[in-house]
C-alpha cells in the first residue's frame, strides 16, 4: 500500500484537499487555537484602527478571502464583529465600508477613558517599584526613537504599551483592557493628530510628566498629570475634521448618511 493510501486511511486529506487556513486550527497538544474568522477579525480590526484601510474605504470579500486563503464565510463572520464594534457599514444596494469616525462619540469616549486611566496611574504612583519606573523610562526613551525616526506607526505602538505598562504597575492590567474596548475610534482618530507639528513632542512631555509623579509616589499628581494628557486629544478635534472631512461624520441623522 503507497505512503498516500496510508494517509487516507488514517484520515488525512490529501494536500489538494486542504484548507490553506482551517476553520479552527490545534495546536500540537490539541488546544483550541484562533478559528479562520477570528484570524480575519484581527487583521481586519488592526488595519481599520491603524488607518490601513481608510474612512470610507469599501471592503471587498473576494479580496480579502483571497489574501487571507479563507473562503468567504469566515470573512463575513469577522465582518458582522467589526460592524458590532462599529468599524464596519454595510450600506443597502451599495456594499460594505469601513465606517466613518463618529464625531459626536469621541467626547464621551475621552472621558471614559480619562476616567479608567486616572485610576491606574493614581495606583501606579502608589505601588510602583523602582524598577518599574525604570521599565517606563525606558518606553519614553522608545518613543523618542520613533520620533526621531518619523515614523508614526512605531510611535503609536510605543504609546499603547505605555498606557498598558501604566496599568500593569498600578495592579490594573483588566482596566487597560477595558480601556481597549472604549478607545477604537479614539484610536483612529488620535493617528491623525500624529502628523500635527510637535504633536508627538508634546505627548511625550505629558508622559514624562506622568512617569515622573509615578516615581514620586504622588498619586494625585500623577492622575492630573494623566487627566491633562487625556484632555489633550480635544484640542485639535475640529482642526483634524477640516483636515479630514470625508473621514467623520456627525450622527445627526443616522448611518443611511453615510455615503452623503
Aim: a positive charge; charged letters at 30%; hydrophobic letters at 45%.
Amino acid at each position: 500500500m503507497s505512503d498516500r493510501h496510508l494517509k487516507l486511511k488514517a484520515g488525512a486529506q490529501p494536500a489538494q484537499e486542504r484548507n490553506p487556513l482551517p476553520a479552527r486550527r490545534l495546536a500540537e497538544h490539541g488546544r483550541r487555537i484562533e478559528t479562520a474568522s477570528a484570524i480575519v477579525y484581527r487583521v481586519l480590526r488592526q488595519e481599520i484602527i491603524w488607518l490601513r484601510r481608510k474612512p470610507g474605504e469599501p471592503i471587498i470579500e473576494k479580496e480579502i478571502a483571497l489574501a487571507q486563503g479563507v473562503s468567504r464565510t469566515p470573512v463575513r463572520e469577522a465582518l458582522l464583529r467589526l460592524a458590532a464594534e462599529g468599524l464596519v457599514d454595510t450600506v443597502s444596494k451599495s456594499g460594505t465600508f469601513v465606517a466613518r469616525i463618529p464625531l459626536r462619540a469621541l467626547p464621551e469616549a475621552i472621558v471614559v477613558r480619562k476616567a479608567l486611566e486616572q485610576v491606574t496611574a493614581r495606583s501606579a504612583a502608589m505601588h510602583a517599584r523602582r524598577s518599574e519606573v525604570t521599565s517606563l523610562r525606558a518606553i519614553l526613551e522608545r518613543q523618542r526613537e520613533a520620533v526621531a525616526a518619523g515614523d508614526r506607526s512605531a510611535f503609536h505602538g510605543v504609546d499603547e504599551a505605555f498606557h498598558a505598562a501604566v496599568a500593569a504597575v498600578g495592579g490594573y492590567p483588566g482596566i487597560w483592557s477595558l480601556v481597549q474596548g472604549v478607545k477604537l475610534q479614539i484610536d483612529r482618530y488620535r493617528l491623525l493628530t500624529l502628523p500635527l507639528p510637535g504633536r508627538m513632542a508634546r505627548v511625550i512631555k505629558e508622559h514624562a510628566a506622568v512617569v515622573a509623579a509615578i516615581e514620586d509616589h504622588d498619586a494625585d499628581r500623577a492622575a492630573a498629570a494623566m487627566e491633562e494628557h487625556l484632555d489633550g486629544l480635544r484640542i485639535s478635534m475640529e482642526d483634524i475634521r477640516r483636515m479630514n472631512p470625508d473621514f467623520f461624520y456627525e450622527d445627526i441623522h443616522g448611518k443611511e448618511d453615510f455615503l452623503a
